[in-house]
């Protein structure tokens, strides 16, 4: 081994650790070693068994085969509590955080006895100080923003005062500038407590520069162990996928942004009206929370717009306008000129509006229904006679679609929820873009994908636009929204406060912009 | 070997084969209960099976009375299922039945007229306002948000006691007939060219109302299979944010489901009276828990218009069977436990599949993680 450690010994040690769920054998003797003091990145793609791996480390999934040492002693982890008390804490990619409670109530969730509220709190705040974290302790947790409800968890997990600190995917739902602060405060406790740090990342970028010594996984497996300082971002990406990772969607999945400076020239050019057009969009929620605040974009035919945000922006609002769910208060949306109304059943498919939903078990797709009637859902018109489906045409056009999509499935007939997640993305996907529409809208089209998946949809995307389709792209990857992109708009509590064109384009400040900073707008 | 068995089942056929296994071996289950519990009370399990049985099919001319009963059974359960499948409750089936068969017995008894064209009337009147009584739980519900659920079943109460009202009250429902010693408190009977006509086969006697529960089950089958209404009112029921997107209004097409559901019932009550329910009479009592058993027939066939009609059969049997357990000096409260276990015994395999459908997505979930 290249990488191999030279020094102490490592305070955690993974030896053949397996575990299957059914079938599929998510982690297969895999070896791992922390050592105090280090960041160690952990990087694979979606299902390479890196979460599952972590689980065994916490004790949430048994392992079928392996050891655990903890400096040099086996341990067996049945709970979390228990891995707790070996100084084991995992800050995870879902939060569990209670809403209606304050911070440091959040905090005390899980302990045993008497509640204390005096000492708990002042742990809290004593904990922020000393490593940065600025939070409220007396803030309710449902005001937090996902960056400062992370810092929560992270405190959560700093009051057991853990020697071995696990992060699943932390940054997918930050701004740059916050994931900046997050390693800030790792690289201190790494160097000042002797923290062994396990980071499980699926970005490029940040493994590289935040971490010692990275374990690259795939399909279950270690593919290879090196130390960061000898990697590069290359061989890496070309490790973990398995192959050659060309396309700039396929690089932007991995998170290595370089493309879009380059790919400058390439824009769209843009003429003529918009095809799409959403004015002054304002509407609430049934608890008067604000979800649109006066929010204005264009699409034009052939460009792809991207809406860049932080998750819980109104990116899901303005969707839901979109599919005719979500009834505007003021403001409107054209399409091709004519004003469509709002939350009506169908009339922004029918005025040539189609969707790629966020959830698309929400409004996406029918699992329980077959792959041939999810392809039809919204144009099954098209396919009947004197009220009567004419089921052969419906076949017909599934086979079509399975073939021109290449979805994976045992037949047509199949029911949808049958088929993996990335079978059932290209499925709505198909669907989509098989009803001839004028405007796509695709709201984070590849999250949970694995790679191959990835560079085809933001391939298919891209080939919508060339075709003529003005194409919304939402996504909350600042990478994939720059690598797409003719046009990036950013949204921000329910309205869009920044613009740049691809000639423009400008990680830092499109970084500062969906943080909510419109300094950088005036400089500029 | 084993490798080329497996390619050769179909993974959703074995699937089929273990969940017939799973019906069989808990049906045997829960009739070896009911055998204990009659062995308990110091009977003959085997006298008062074979006595259900003479009752619900051997002896002469009963299963034609089992056919009558299951008719009004089947076409509540059929309702149900329209309900469950746009995703709307219904079960307030006892009380459309019973305004239902008090719509039939206004025409029939109240309207002048030819008695077959009363008996169509009738018939169509008794889905209208079996079909209205329920489409006022869907007004609630579109427009107050009140839960189909609870309005449904609170309206089952109001409809009993408005029938009982009705057969007291001389301008609605009551008999006119004052030769008699007492006035009956219960409609006039339906007169002879107002009832559904019989059926006589091998000794067996039905009415008309089998034939159109049956047709209406196979029309409801291939409608929600084959037709644009049916696919429309599954992906309601399955999704409505995806219906709402696709053009499918939830009010339009709820509030017909719920409609149409109760209408079934409605029309459930009607069979039941022109077929000879209570002497062609609306009494008090006249619904005997039809709409109650029809939403549990629904239940066991998993809302599948077609698999209803062997389980309204089943319900019936039990039903016309306990006629003659008087004979073997078992009191007939015995069929309700023997009912009961059946449900309970064919809850069991959904539930196993359910409990198996979710381990798969929780592995699938953790493998996904």
Known sequence: MPAEHSGDAPVLQLRE?????????????????????????????????????????????????????????????HDPVQAARHGIGMVHQHYSLVGALTVWENVALGEKGALDPGSTRDRVVEITERYGLEVDPDAYVRDLTAGVRQRVEIIKCLRHEPRIIILDEPTAVLTPAESEHLFEVLGEGVRREGWAVALVSHKLDEVLAATDRITIMRNGLVVDRVATADADAHSL???????????????????????????????????????????????RAADGRVLLDGLSLEVHPGEVVGVAGVEGNGQTPLVRVLESLLRLETGSVRVDGEEIPTCRAGAMGAAGIAVIPADRHHSGCVPDMTVAENLVLGSVDRFAEWGLLKREDIKAHARVLIEEFDIHCPSCDTPLGQLSGGNQQRVVLAQALSVGPKVLVAHQPTRGLDVGAIEYIGGRITAAAESGIGVLLLSTDLGEIAALSDRIVVIYEGRIIGEMSRAEFDMERLGLLIGGSTAGEDAA | MTARTDTLLDPRVRSGLEMAGLYVLSLAGALLLSGLLVAATGNSAFKVFGALLDGAFLAPGRWGQTLVVAAPMLLV?????????????????????????????????????????????????????????????????????????????????????????????????????????????????????????????????????????????????????????????????????????????????????????????????????????????????????????????????????????????????????????????????????????????????????????????????????
């Open chain 1, 17 to 77: 650790m397996t575990k299957r769920y059914g079938e599929v054998v998510a982690c297969d003797h895999v070896d791992l070693d922390l050592h105090r003091g280090e960041i160690h990145g952990i990087l694979g793609e979606n299902g390479a068994g890196k979460s599952t791996l972590m689980k065994m480390v916490i004790g949430l999934a048994l392992p079928d085969a392996g050891t655990i040492r903890l400096d040099g002693e086996a341990v067996r982890l």
């Open chain 1, 237 to 283: 990406a070309r490790e973990m996928v398995g192959r050659e990772v060309t396309l700039r969607t396929g690089a932007a999945a991995i998170g290595s942004v370089e493309a879009p400076a380059a790919a400058a020239g390439e824009a769209a050019e843009v003429k003529g009206e918009p095809i799409l057009e959403v004015r002054d969009a304002a509407t």
């Open chain 2, 77 to 369: 359960a059929l309702g149900m299922v329209v309900g469950v499948k746009a995703g709307f409750f219904n079960i307030g089936q006892e009380g459309q039945l019973l305004i239902g068969a008090m719509a039939m017995a206004w025409v029939g008894t109240r309207w002048p007229g030819p008695g077959p064209l009363l008996l169509f009337v009738g018939l169509a009147l008794s889905m209208a306002f079996g079909g209205g009584w329920a489409g006022l739980a869907a007004l609630m519900r579109f427009r107050r948000g009140v839960p189909e659920v609870i309005s449904t079943l609170l309206l089952v109460f109001v409809a009993a006691q408005f029938s009982g009202y009705a057969i007291t009250a001389d301008w609605l429902l009551r008999d006119l007939d004052t030769t008699g010693p007492t006035r009956s408190v219960s409609s006039a009977p339906l007169d002879e060219a107002i009832r559904l006509p019989v059926l006589r086969i091998f000794g067996n006697e039905f009415n008309w109302g089998i034939v159109i529960a049956l047709a209406l089950a196979v029309l409801l089958a291939v409608a929600l299979v084959r037709s644009v209404w049916g696919f429309r009112l599954r992906m309601l029921g399955h999704n409505p944010a995806v219906a709402q997107k696709a053009g499918v209004a939830s009010t339009r097409m709820g509030s017909l489901a719920l409609f149409l559901s109760g209408g079934l019932a409605g029309l459930a009550g009607a069979v039941m009276l022109a077929g000879g329910s209570s002497g062609f009479r609306v009494t008090s009592g006249f619904s005997q828990n039809f709409g109650w058993q029809g939403l549990l027939v629904a239940l066991l066939a998993r809302s599948s218009p077609i698999l209803a009609i062997p389980m309204a059969i089943v319900f019936a049997a039990l039903r016309t069977g306990s006629g003659f357990l008087a004979a073997t000096g078992v009191d007939r409260k015995i069929v309700d436990v023997v009912q009961a276990l059946l449900v309970l015994a064919l809850l069991i395999p959904p539930a196993v599949q359910f409990i198996r459908d979710r381990r798969k997505a929780l592995a699938m979930a953790g493998e996904e993680a």
